[in-house]
């Protein structure tokens, strides 16, 4: 079946660092790709999506790009803030269905 | 306006008993989904309804695990005879447009979920 593979963590920074947390999938046909965060103490968000290959989503700094040809959706951003704590989790849903199928999420500390 | 609800907020039941975990979705949303995240995990699709049927309930991971939307607003999950593995946090979604609309996808918005702990 689908699945989402994402780094683990807890991926520790200093302020203004640069970020990268991989995500990989598996799937058949072509779903669209998110990332949901989960700020302390708070519900889930949608950071950014690509609905299909070679589309890039963008939000708050935060990119990713949808690569059909190496399965990815990496997320980065150039320089990370102390508030953009959280766990970070990738995600595809399956264009028949909706639902969404989750990684396990990364955990991302900044430090000032 | 107001985002998706959920109710409670906390539950803490002993083994063998009944819950019953509640959902408002935002309003005029079609799409309703329930998810389970046990700790350190990501969220993991249970069941999904669109309006008040019940299109996909091929994640509930047993026959103690129920759910109703009987008026396509709010929804009920249903856990009976409950077990220590059932501790975690419930989480409801909301969509605007469900699969079979002209959009392939629209935006799930989440609620802040319910942490239940069987004791």
């Not at chain 1, 708070?42 to 950014?48: A, D, I, K, R, V």
Request: glycine content about 10%; hydrophobic content about 30%; aromatic content about 12%.
């Amino acid at each position: 079946g689908d699945s989402v593979t994402q780094m683990e963590g807890p991926v520790t920074l200093s302020e203004e660092a640069f970020l990268t947390i991989n995500c990989t999938y598996t799937a058949t046909g072509y779903p669209s790709l998110f990332w949901y965060v989960q700020y302390p103490g708070e519900g889930l968000q949608l950071l950014l999506k690509a609905t299909k290959a070679d589309d890039k989503g963008s939000n708050k700094g935060f990119e990713a790009t949808y690569r059909k040809e190496t399965t990815s959706f990496h997320l980065e951003k150039g320089s990370v803030q102390v508030s953009d704590s959280a766990v970070y989790f990738c995600a595809l849903s399956d264009r028949d269905t909706d639902k969404l199928i989750f990684g396990t999420g990364t955990r991302l500390q900044v430090f000032p | 306006g107001a985002g998706v609800s959920q109710s409670p907020r906390y539950k803490v039941a002993k083994r063998g008993q009944d819950v019953a975990l509640r959902c408002d979705p935002i309003s005029g949303h079609v799409s309703l989904f329930w998810y389970q995240q046990a700790l350190g995990q990501g969220p993991e699709f249970l069941t999904y309804f669109q309006n008040e049927a019940q299109l996909d309930k091929s994640g509930l991971p047993s026959d103690r695990f129920f759910a109703e939307r009987p008026e396509g607003s709010v929804s009920t999950l249903k856990i009976q005879r409950t077990q220590q593995e059932d501790s975690a946090v419930y989480l409801c979604a909301s969509s605007l447009v469900g699969s079979s609309g002209p959009v392939r996808y629209n935006e799930q918005f989440f609620g802040p979920g319910t942490r239940l702990t069987v004791l």
